[in-house]
């Protein structure tokens, strides 16, 4: 681990004043394999070995033929459970900032968003507004060099700010429906639309490859057009420390187990042992 103990300290006093930091991964080396494994599927997908992650937009135009593409390539990164890998390799780093007890989102989101393609974008929230709680971290992931034109954006500071700072609307999305492909690719069907006078201070945040952004799900984040000339490739994946508290309504397997102490392994054991017995005797 080549992560020192002052720059955790620098990081989680960054985090805990703007909801964000960004982080060089301890180990880097599955988001290297990720990316070939993708570049190579795209390649099988497409059948051409022309084309690359950064310029995928130049041969993929047509929104029916992305977002097959996208849905198979999701479907890959969730079945060979890459994210979970990638979060596993930094789990000394996680452990550090949320404890021995952690949970991984496990079907995490792959995105693809192409220069000039609006559609492709999820558009400016907290994943509060969606059923999340505040204590749970998104990590972002992403599988290209992203300069600022094409970067993910959020309001420094956001993640301490009532909703009522930030006023919505919340609207019907053009292209999808609820239980939709796009839907399961984590595009909204009944998007919250934040005032836009409340976005002033959006703040893209710049990544190369190796490095992730983690932040607070109530840090208002997002984008709505990727202006640079590189399609953005990320995978996002949550982590909370799995005694936290979650909103009640979270789906049931929205999470799986990443890491326990061996106090929480022996009480969720009990546990477990305590209900399968009453269950026995109840039938
Ligand atoms: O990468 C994106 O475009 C959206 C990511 C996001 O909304 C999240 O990580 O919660
Ligand atoms: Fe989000």
Redesign the pocket.
Known sequence: MNQSINNLEQLESHFYEHGWMVVKLPNPEPVYQTRIALQQELQRLTGNTQITLEQYHQFIDEDTNHTELQFQLTQFFRNHRLGQTIVAAQLDFFTALLGRDINVQSQP?L?I?RPGKTQ???GY?R?TFYG?SPFEL???VPYVDVPAASA?SIIPGSHTRPDSEFPTTQVESPDVTKGSVKNQL?FLYAPKVIDPSCLVDMQPIPLVLGEA?V?N?ATI???EENKGNIS?W?S???LANALAPMNPSLKAGYYEKLSRSVVTEAAEIFNNAQLASASKIAN
């Open positions: 989101y995105r968003t492709d974008n999820v929230h994943d999340n998104s990590v972002l993910l984590g952004l932040f799900i984040h997002g984008s953005r990320s996002d994946i949550r």
